[in-house]
């Protein structure tokens, strides 16, 4: 009898039920003044020293950690993106004003907008890089959303 250990069997689909994401920042009282600047809140239950909690939405977080503590977390070198885009985080905008709002605040608050906004025609696009380059897209879908049902 010969059995078919190629043919792997479809695993079950995962979903989570939050997100968190960790960037390294040079300066954390600068980050945190920029994303409080841009209107987000922070979660004083995950607050050091070394790392701030911005809250992006319901269950969706990005960790700032200082260089020192991200060394002691991640398994690579901190990425230098004065030179290459370690990642693009993409966040979905109730409406077209929100998403051209967030980037002129970034902007006034020290960051960059890293592109002309975009009208895709079913879609309004723009973003911008933080403090540290990290780079941030912002996005409003015409009468849609990118969650699947």
């Not at 230098?80 to 004003?97: F, G, H, N, W, Y």
Request: net charge negative; proline share 4%; with cysteine.
């Amino acid at each position: 009898m010969s059995t078919n250990t190629s043919a792997a069997a479809t695993p079950s689909p995962i979903t989570t039920s939050q997100m968190c994401v960790s960037l390294p920042v040079k300066n954390l009282p600068a980050s945190i003044a920029f994303f409080k600047a841009l209107g987000f809140a922070f979660n004083p239950d995950f607050a050091s020293e070394n790392g701030a909690c911005v809250v992006l939405g319901t269950n969706y977080q990005a960790m700032l950690v200082d260089h020192q503590m991200f060394r002691s977390l991640a398994p690579r070198d901190i990425a230098d993106t004065s030179k290459v885009c370690e990642m693009l985080i993409a966040l979905q905008l109730d409406s077209r004003d929100q998403v051209d709002e967030i980037v002129r605040r970034a902007v006034a608050a020290g960051g960059a907008a890293h592109e002309e906004a975009q009208d895709h025609g079913f879609m309004y696009d723009h973003g911008f890089t933080d403090l540290d380059g990290h780079g941030w897209g912002v996005f409003h879908v015409y009468g849609a959303s990118c969650q699947s049902a």
